[in-house]
């Protein structure tokens, strides 16, 4: 009995310095427990040298909430070792647990009571020293012998030597991309009233393209719209033709020419011209120059000129927090046209939290005709809560006045629309489980424009798992207070996820009570039916087609699409 | 207006640009050599210090560039996050590549690798409209009806871009919501009655239904 109880006391203390694992695992998991917290996000944990952990090593924490969140080995001590925590969601404290996985090879050098010992051999008294090394030493016909032997290494364990880092420029040319091809088709019983839309399209990305480092990018499309106006038609839309250098981390500061959306100020719009900009540690800053495109469906351009200029800060190297202010000056055939500061916030702290914000900022001179001073045209901003177990929870604030303008970017708006018109929302939306396979979502959002108020509130259930494995149940009621309607109805869909495809049924039944018309008119049951799926074919190949129908009225409306792509 | 500009919004100008000149002169360094401590003699782009010692469970010959066909890495198992949907058949050097550490563009969400088309103008939730299997947006009449314009009728079926014309290249911003601004040209061609004779040019929904235009209510 004694044996047996000093057995199982061994095996005890061996499995809590290792976890067991199949032995083609090529790791073997010693678990840890940080034993103080430092700054810097970094923690020290009560395994070292001796445990055989090195620099470099992979470390797993698993707090008591739940979940798993990577560190590494900065500082190897003989019983300790310090770890970088670099998972930004883990808040870590004493005594919590993890692991740190050992390559096999190194693992077993100390485990193993046969093998020799690693540490290079002592040299032996009576054997006699190497010569001093002298300028003579290396002259032609005197013999060097190489001493230091390689007794350490034993086949299977990790290569030594350096690596030399392949630059950009010694890399093969590699081309990636995609084809795809979609296309709409809608028709409505009213008037034969129809309009249809196809189009086909690449983009390519090409690394290294010329044999300096760079990435050559193209993005085009042809369109054909067939529309009940005179905007029907062929288009080329030119999306992307750009060349970019730089910003790895072999070169700190990056160079992209010809058309393309800026890495720095993406708020700033599509440019045809380039874009110079230069990264920090914990800023960066660059500038722009060129034309920008009219976002229209051919993308014209030569109208509209611009000069801008970035800089954001960040606050640590894993960007926790980060500002961006930048400045554009436009002028609309050689005309001053807009003076636009775009101010940026993002910050993502511990446990889940997330806020981000994003303001457009109009300064107007005296020479504009309809404003003056300073205004807030236009602000995108949030605050989440992310959850361990999966819960998410959104507060959004959006919006949007109309900025005085020269240039045509939009439909233009009179006027009285530019002085007056505003568009404020704000919207909590949230998602949260009630179990394994049921979760709740809901959003409730109030607006704000120039002639209303309203708003909207949404709530339903999603049922995972309930006929099959994978497939999806869901059920919504939805009410909205609009500018010129009421509605109230409610939604149910149920589809199925899989390995390869894809496919969902939707229904959607809703009255619309119409502000202004008589107790005749004024009520509109509309009910919208949608079948939809997709497919991966395989080596490459994906597609998706969708039919959706809504009843309205009298009238009956139908629209078919499709969707096939080809990526390589 | 003056056609001088004014003073107010130079001085705001001056107080906004001044404060950012001032920062970037004294947060910038000569020389930021930890580049987000992804030095250019770390080697590879995926440090390769815990990788099994055997390189030819990956590596082809001599080539370090090529894999084998049968390389296969389970991302979930061995650094614990899932790539669901299109990124589990991504090329790994799209997401590891030179830029910089990949955990940390990751912490930024779909933004630190995707390009933002919509170019910030619809926030950075990009699963409100988008799903990691395809990048085709789905649902968007039902967030249509969140809106103070939710799609009724023929609404529902009409392309985005006729009345969001930067819709088509990704820029969607609001537009203003009177019928007018998109129907335009059918005011133009109503001639029984002439309605622009008439000076009947707004308010179209004290006589039309948002569904048709011919079925009327006079009052």
Known sequence: ?568 | MSERPSFRARATLLALVAPLVIAACVTQGVRSSGLHRWWAGLGPVLPHENFPADCSLCHVGDDWETLRDDFAFDHEKETGVALEGAHANARCLRCHNDRGPVRVFAAKGCAGCHEDVHQGALGSTCTRCHQESTWQPVGMIEMHSRTRFPLTGAHAHTACHRCHPGGWVGTFQPVDNECVTCHRDDLQRATNPPHINLGLVDRCDRCHMPTRWDQVSVR
């Not at chain 1, 797993?60 to 900065?74: D, I, K, Q, T």
């Not at chain 1, 070792?81 to 870590?92: I, Q, S």
């Not at chain 1, 020293?129 to 230091?148: I, Y």
């Not at chain 1, 939306?429 to 949404?458: K, V």
């Open chain 1, 1 to 568: 009995m004694r044996l047996v109880g000093l057995l199982l006391l061994c095996a005890l203390a061996c499995s809590s310095v290792t976890v067991a694992s199949a032995q083609d695992d090529p790791y073997r998991r010693v678990r840890l427990r940080i034993t103080s917290v430092g700054q810097e996000r970094t923690v020290v944990v009560d395994r070292g040298a001796r445990d055989k952990v090195a620099g470099g090593d992979l470390v797993h924490f698993f707090p008591r909430s739940g979940g798993r969140y990577a560190g590494v080995v900065v500082r190897v001590d003989e019983r300790s070792a310090v770890v970088e925590v670099t998972d930004p969601g883990l808040k870590p404290t004493v005594g919590m647990r993890g692991e740190v996985r050992i390559p096999r090879a190194r693992a077993e050098r100390v485990v193993r009571p046969s093998e020799p010992d690693p540490k290079p051999a002592e040299p032996v008294p009576q054997e006699p020293k190497p010569a001093e090394p002298s300028a003579g030493a290396n002259a032609p016909g005197v013999k060097v012998t190489w001493e230091n032997k390689d007794d350490a290494y034993k086949p299977g364990m990790p290569l030594l030597a350096g690596v030399k880092p392949l630059q950009p420029e010694d890399r093969r040319r590699r081309v990636t991309g995609r084809i795809y091809s979609s296309g709409a088709l809608t028709h409505t019983e009213f008037d034969g009233w129809a309009n249809s839309f196809f189009r086909i399209g690449t983009a390519l990305d090409v690394d290294n393209a010329f044999g300096y480092g760079g990435r050559f990018q193209l993005d085009t499309e042809i369109n054909y719209k067939k529309e009940q106006n005179d905007k029907s038609g062929l288009d080329i839309l030119p999306r992307r033709l750009s060349y970019a250098l730089g910003g790895t981390r072999f070169d700190e500061a990056r160079w992209e020419i010809g058309r393309f959306l800026p890495v720095g100020m993406p708020e700033f719009g599509v440019l045809d011209g380039v874009e110079w900009m230069r990264r920090g540690e914990r800023s960066s800053f660059g500038a722009a120059i060129g034309f920008l495109p009219e976002p229209t469906d051919d993308f014209e351009t030569g109208a509209d000129f611009q000069v801008s200029a970035f800089y954001q800060w960040t606050s640590d190297v894993h960007e926790q927090l980060t500002i961006t202010a930048g400045l554009q000056k436009t002028w609309h055939h050689g005309k001053s046209d807009r003076d636009l500061i775009v101010a940026k916030v993002r910050s993502i702290p511990l446990d889940g939290w997330e806020m981000r914000a994003t303001t457009w900022i109009d300064v107007y001179y005296g020479r504009d005709q309809l404003k003056d001073g300073v205004e807030l045209t236009q602000a995108v901003a949030s605050i989440g809560r992310r959850f361990d177990n999966g819960d998410e929870l959104d507060l959004v604030y959006t919006r949007y006045r109309f900025p005085e303008l020269l240039r045509t970017a939009y439909l233009p708006p009179d006027a009285r629309d530019i002085d007056r018109n505003h568009y404020d929302r704000l919207a909590l939306e949230g998602w949260f489980g009630l179990g394994d396979s049921t979760r709740f979502h809901g959003s409730l959002s109030g607006f704000n424009d120039e002639d209303d108020a309203g708003g909207a509130a949404e709530a339903g259930l999603e049922f995972l798992d309930v006929f099959a494995g994978g497939d999806r149940l869901d059920l919504t009621a939805f009410g909205t207070l609009a500018d010129f309607e009421s509605d109230a109805g409610g939604r149910i869909s149920y589809g199925r996820i899989g390995a390869t495809g894809r496919w969902e049924l939707f229904y959607e039944f809703s009255n619309r009570h119409q502000v202004g018309f008589d107790d005749r008119l004024n009520d509109l049951v509309q009910h919208r039916v949608r079948a939809s799926g997709g497919l991966s074919f395989g080596r490459g190949w994906d597609g998706s087609v969708y039919l959706d129908t809504v009843f309205f009225d009298r009238d009956t409306s139908v629209s078919f699409g499709f969707f096939l792509q080809r990526s390589f």
